[in-house]
């Protein structure tokens, strides 16, 4: 079973960088963070000068986990802030990260990090939010940085610059700021809060190497053991952003995006706005690219789905992650990277991991109410969230003969609801796929998604040529032989021609 996870909390930070109308006036002075890390003492000293507009300084994305009540912030100690006079302020802790204090005013704030974040047993894994390899530190913006809480972001031009040990490198995915090339330290202008803090940073030695991938510009850093395995990286993420950028008509939000990859047996991965960190158990070749590959086809699928396109609330998490799921399995097969037998195996975990949160984790809420506590219920979200998307995908060509099915829904989402400032809700798919098939979608939706009953999918696999027998948690899916011909069509144009044997 896959672990990948894209942080809800991510979800929640503000977008737009507007300033607030109401006085006082910002001073225009823009916002600068100074970096310096230590990593003898595993440690980061910040400085920051920042205009805070409202009136609450914070570090978001908090989780508690045991040993740290307050999170990550729990790992800050000696916060001092001054006003621009250099008069210590004194900011009322209200926990989780967040300190209030007057805003409408300049002001400069010191602390240090402890960078023990790989000593805590975090929820969605220490690749979302920091950990060491003997060539430096994985470490997310908002583990390392207090910004402007308010809702409107952060007010100005942000500007980051790092003081890292000799021979370490920053790598980021922010642009780098102009004249940093001549500066002794590394300094990058950030365009927004967002991505300030929902981003994955890498400091230190290992390998680095930037490549345009169709268009796209895009950073890999790989942990020693993974260099060798790049170019097998490369094809896939390749293949994938070309097959993404057909299937939703564009491409994604961001231009730059950066990658981490190192090792670990959990074989995670988490994305960020502009960067994903995957962890990989053992070594990357070919024959597990079925594991590695699906996790890194994933986290890029959502630089669309989840980061160009995003939900209104937790109540569309299946889609963000189960349309993330099942597009990941089609595209994969249709690029060749899995084979009919791999393809066939993918398939039959879809409706097992329904079965697994519906009968042995008892989950008895809809798939839309499991996306409020998406780690615990990750097997519904997950599961029956793939489930429900192949469903619509193939009830959307049943119903228009073949002449569309989720990728026009995915085209037109991405086309009337682009980030940043537009989101979608379940009205919006329901009536986009109505529109699309000239039919009412909200019934079918009701019953793959807002009821609490058991979702029967053999239909789908039916109209696909395909036939499930199952028994309990046993799965097994074949071809039918009496499958129709436009059954077979429409399986090959999902999945494409698939092969026997993979490539
Ligand atoms: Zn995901």
Redesign the pocket.
């Known amino acids: 079973m896959h672990l ?3 942080a809800l909390a991510w979800l929640a930070l503000g977008f737009s960088n507007t300033a607030i109308a109401a006085a006082p006036v910002y001073d225009g002075q823009g916002n600068s963070y100074r970096i310096s890390i230590d990593a003898n003492a595993r440690r980061a000293q910040v400085r920051a000068d920042l205009w805070l507009a409202g009136d609450m300084l914070s570090m978001f994305n908090v989780m508690t986990v045991p040993g740290l009540a307050d999170g990550q912030a729990d790992l800050v100690e000696g916060l001092q802030v001054r006003d621009a006079a250099g008069t210590v302020l004194a900011p009322r802790k209200l926990g989780g990260g967040d300190y209030e204090l007057a805003g409408g005013r300049r002001i400069l704030v010191q602390y240090s990090v402890r960078l023990d974040h790989d000593k805590y047993a975090w929820p969605a894994g220490a690749e979302e939010i920091g950990y060491w390899t003997d060539e430096g530190l994985m470490i997310t913006g908002a583990s390392l940085l207090f910004a402007d809480g308010g809702d409107a972001g952060i007010t100005g031009p942000i500007t980051v610059e790092f003081e890292l040990p000799r021979g370490w490198r920053a790598n980021t995915p922010w642009q780098r700021a102009p004249g940093a090339e001549k500066s002794a330290t590394e300094r990058f202008s950030v365009p927004s809060r967002r991505e300030l803090l929902s981003n994955a940073l890498f400091l230190g030695t290992a390998d680095s190497e930037t490549f345009d991938v169709g268009g796209v510009q895009m950073t890999l850093v790989l942990g020693n053991r993974y260099v060798p395995s790049k170019d097998l990286f490369l094809d896939l993420l390749r293949r994938q952003l070309e097959s993404y950028k057909d299937l939703f008509g564009g491409k994604p939000l961001s231009s730059r995006y950066l990658v981490i990859i190192n090792e670990d047996k959990s074989g995670d991965g988490g ?1 960020f706005a502009s960067s994903f960190s995957q962890y990989i158990a053992g070594d990357a070749d070919e024959r597990n690219r079925v594991i590695w590959g699906y996790v890194m086809a ?2 890029l699928l ?1 630089f669309w789905n ?1 980061l160009s396109i995003t939900p209104v609330d937790y109540h569309e998490e299946w889609f ?2 189960g349309a ?2 099942y597009l990941t399995i089609a595209t994969l097969a249709r690029n060749g990277f899995i084979d009919e037998n791999l393809l066939f195996k993918r398939l039959e975990n879809v409706p097992r991991r329904y079965l697994i949160a519906r009968m042995a984790q008892g989950l008895g809420m809809s798939v839309r109410d499991s996306g409020k506590d998406k780690q615990p219920n990750r097997q519904l979200v ?1 599961g029956g969230g793939s489930l429900a998307a192949m469903a619509l995908d193939v009830e959307m060509r049943v119903r228009s003969r073949d002449r569309v099915g989720l990728p026009d829904l995915m085209k037109a989402l991405y086309a009337q609801y682009p980030m940043p400032g537009k989101r979608y809700s379940l009205d919006d798919i329901a009536r986009i796929a109505g529109e699309l098939t000239q039919s009412d979608f909200r019934p079918f939706l009701a019953n793959a998604v807002e009821s609490t009953g058991y979702f029967d999918i053999r239909p789908t696999y039916e109209a696909l040529g395909l036939r499930m027998d199952s028994f309990v948690e046993e799965m097994f899916i074949g071809r039918e032989p009496g499958a129709t011909a436009q059954q077979k069509a429409r399986f090959d144009a999902i999945f494409g021609a698939v092969s026997a044997r993979s490539q």
Do not use: C, N, P, Q
Request: charged share 40%; hydrophobic share 25%.
């Open positions: 990948v996870r894209l994305a994933h986290e959502h989840g963000k992650e993330t799921d997950y």
